[in-house]
């Protein structure tokens, strides 16, 4: 830059002017040391001293001053081919097939219910009625995993209506078999037992369930007023079904 450069150029005019200030008092010093002293070896040192004097200052008028150095520039690292492949893939979902997930599709249909209670006869077991269930009781092997689900996302209640105590047996020790308490979000103390459809109406009350599943028809209509959501599971289309009660022919399809 024009001022660095100048202000480099007066440092070395300053620096020569230093310089011969102190050959002027060293010469002044010499002279009067030789008219004190005149001889031979005394003038062989003045001339030896005043060219070198000379030589001293052209040089220094020769030399032009060299400017400061600048400072380096930091220098910018290049940016990685990598970097770019990097953000791509990091913007892109991985994995991402578009497909939901069980839990996911159990999120959304549930829409928010935290207190689920469902039916086992006809929804959950094979058998249909509290007849069939003194003999034998199968679990769907179809719900068993939907089930599962539903019982991580929300609190599970199952219930059904039988005849007697062997009943209960049987229903408890298929929902067992099945693996249906091995993740402990579905007990057996949530699998509740009654001995009429008036008895499964009220725990679904006194449970103050937001979601239930039910193939009563009866039960379905007198709830409406106080369930948020339910399903109706039958294979009857539509009817007179009230704006919050869902229509499915079994448990999976509604939650596929």
Known sequence: MPGLAAAAEQDAFSLVRRVARALNRRISDLVALLFRHKSAGSFGAVAGFAIAVVFAWKFLRSSPPRPPRRPAAPKRPAPSSAAAPAAADAAEPVGDSGKLTTRQIV??????????????????????????????????????????????????????????????????????????????????????????????????RQLEADFHIDTSLDIISQLSRFIRCQLFVSSMEGGQLAANVFNS???????S
Not at 165 to 170: G, L, R, T
């Open 249 to 255: 022919p079994n448990l999976e399809r509604f939650f």
């Open 107 to 204: 999120s959304r249909r549930l829409s928010g219910c935290r207190k689920v209670t469902c039916q086992l006869l006809g929804v959950v077991f094979e058998e249909n009625t509290p007849e069939e269930l003194q003999k034998h009781a199968t679990v769907r092997p179809s719900v068993v995993d939907l089930l599962l689900e539903i019982s991580k996302c929300c609190d599970f209640y199952l219930m059904e209506t039988v005849l007697d105590d062997k009943s209960e047996e049987n229903a408890l020790m298929a929902l067992e078999s099945a693996g249906l308490f091995r993740t402990g979000g579905l007990m057996k103390e949530k699998v509740l037992f009654c001995s009429s459809e008036v008895g499964r109406t009220s725990f679904v």
